[in-house]
């Protein structure tokens, strides 16, 4: 059996990605990403980082959350260099955050690969 690939999702950057009021409730926004990425039909381990209002989003089956004790870019290049060994792609479309997670390896995809406009 291969290796399980593993996804990593910038909750913020995402949930910016398409204006319907998430910044009136970013809790219930990312909560809600949580919720679309565990509808996924995929074969990977899906992280998604969490800070500051959404702090304390709790996971769900097929869904990590990690609540980022400071910066939520810092905590995704921590989840990528301790993934370098394995399929590792992160959603962001921060290109600061998408060059240090490349320099671990990782892939990067924009936050259309897991949320419609």
Do not use: F, Q, Y
Request: proline residues 6%; glycine residues 10%.
């Amino acid at each position: 059996m291969g290796v399980r690939p593993v996804l990593i999702v910038d909750a913020a950057n995402v949930v910016g990605s398409v204006p319907d009021g998430w910044w009136r409730d970013r809790r219930g926004a990312a909560e809600r990403l949580r919720d679309l990425l565990a509808l996924r039909d995929a074969d990977e381990e899906v992280i998604l980082v969490v800070e500051g209002a959404a702090r304390g989003v709790e996971s769900v089956p097929g869904v990590r959350v990690e609540s980022a004790p400071g910066s939520g870019d810092d905590r995704i290049v921590e989840l990528a260099a301790a993934h370098s060994g394995r399929p590792c792609t992160v959603v962001t479309a921060d290109r600061e955050l998408r060059e240090r997670v490349k320099a671990h390896g990782a892939h990067c995809a924009g936050p259309r690969t897991v949320r419609p406009a």
